[in-house]
């Protein structure tokens, strides 16, 4: 089933329309990657399925419901998390009581919740006692990854997990998505690292001033020598 369908989306910021035309659609137990160069929309693709953009026309729908206009915590409600780039955690709170916040939108958290998050990422356990802020960049995103899973997501929205890992982290961070996918939830994820990100998706699309240039499963776009020329250095 689809989870997410955007449709022939012009979005952008008060006047300024950045996105023309996009269509994007991710299947439930799908992982699909945007990748394009900087400013290309990637990011305002992702923000608009949660309603933080201005919405001109197109359509976007969540299993199977149509949600442009709707405001961000109707969109959550519907079965979306999201880990922004940056700003997404409480530094003087412990990992723990982060975990307890990305579930604070349920009128209830279910019992095992936390427990299965926590096995999950074992690092997160080791140092659930542990304020955030202390913790290093790659322990912060997983941290920021282990609370948007809390609410059960149908899909999970990542933008740039990657940003700012050194080289080792960076594989490690993917495999933990890998792990989430396998698991049951359909990711989309914007990544500037396009060829690991590619070489790990099911499919991706590259977004070029704010319109789909290319799409594909990933390794196809891995292996298009324009693509590899005009977006993955060769
Ligand atoms: N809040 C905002 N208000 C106005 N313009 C914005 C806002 N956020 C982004 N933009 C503009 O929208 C365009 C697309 O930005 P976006 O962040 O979606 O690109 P991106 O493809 O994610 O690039 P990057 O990899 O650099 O993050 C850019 O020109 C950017 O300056």
């Given at each position: 089933?689809t ?46 399925v949660l309603?933080?953009t201005?919405?001109?026309d197109g359509?976007?729908?969540l299993?199977g ?10 969109v959550?409600e519907?079965?979306?998390s999201?880990?922004p ?18 579930a ?10 936390l427990?299965?998050?926590l ?34 997501p149908?899909?999970l ?19 933990r998505?890998d ?8 990711v989309?994820?914007?990544?500037q690292n ?31 020598q324009?693509?590899r020329?005009?977006f993955?250095?060769?």
């Amino acid at each position: 089933m689809t989870v997410l369908e955007i449709e022939g989306l012009d979005a952008g910021y008060g006047d300024l329309q950045i996105l023309s035309n996009v269509d994007m659609t991710v299947e439930d137990d799908e992982y699909v990657t945007i990748v394009g160069p900087n400013g290309a929309g990637k990011s305002t693709a992702m923000k608009s399925v949660l309603g933080l953009t201005t919405y001109m026309d197109g359509s976007i729908t969540l299993n199977g419901e149509s949600v442009e206009g709707m405001d961000t915590n109707a969109v959550i409600e519907r079965g979306v998390s999201y880990v922004p780039q940056s700003d997404n955690l409480f530094p003087s709170m412990t990992v723990r009581e982060n975990l307890l916040m990305g579930a604070f939108s349920l009128p209830e958290v279910p019992e095992d919740r936390l427990e299965e998050i926590l096995n999950r990422f074992p690092i997160l356990k080791e140092r659930q006692r542990q304020r955030a802020g202390t913790m290093s960049g790659g322990q912060q995103q997983m941290l920021a990854m282990g609370s948007a899973l809390m609410v059960d997501p149908d899909i999970l929205l990542l933008d740039e997990p990657s940003a700012g890992l050194a080289p080792d982290l960076v594989e490690d961070m993917f495999d933990r998505i890998d792990e989430i996918n396998a698991a049951g939830t359909a990711v989309l994820m914007v990544e500037q690292n396009a060829k690991k990100a590619l070489r790990r998706c099911d499919r991706g699309y590259v977004l070029v001033n704010g319109e789909n240039a290319y799409e594909g499963l990933g390794d196809e776009l891995l292996h298009d020598q324009e693509v590899r020329e005009r977006f993955l250095g060769g």
